[in-house]
């Protein structure tokens, strides 16, 4: 099984930024992607942007000129650059892995991460 931390979360002024961080660790055989998913009060969890191991990325239009998600293939990590951080995108940011485990593809998500954009 697969352990999906996410840590870099916190409280940002209007048009600050912050860097999340995920980190899979445990058993498994290869890491297929990696997304960022974030949910907002009384808001249905949404994806953000996610990353292939092979390197293809995709990005929401609502955020695309503002986050950027990126990977180390070396640290089964992903993270996501948020810059000009908006008080919409308050939420908890969410991780999830895909990955491979013998003949099978699984997903793991991790706990979460609070972003709170606020003066």
């Known amino acids: 099984q697969v352990r999906v931390v996410e840590t870099g979360g916190g409280l940002v002024q209007p048009g600050g930024s912050l860097r999340l961080s995920c980190a899979a660790s445990?058993?498994?055989?290869?890491?297929?992607?990696m997304d960022w998913y974030r949910q907002a009060p009384g808001k249905e969890r949404e994806l953000v942007a996610g990353i292939s191991w092979s390197g293809n990325t995709n990005v929401i239009d609502t955020v695309k000129d503002r986050f950027t998600i990126l990977r180390s293939n070396d640290k089964n990590a992903v993270y996501l650059q948020m810059n000009s951080l908006k008080p919409e995108d308050t939420a908890v940011y969410y991780c999830r892995t895909f990955y491979r485990l013998g003949s099978r593809d699984l997903l793991s998500w991790g706990q979460g991460t609070q972003v709170t954009v606020s003066s």
């Open positions: 445990g058993t498994f055989f290869s890491i297929n992607a």
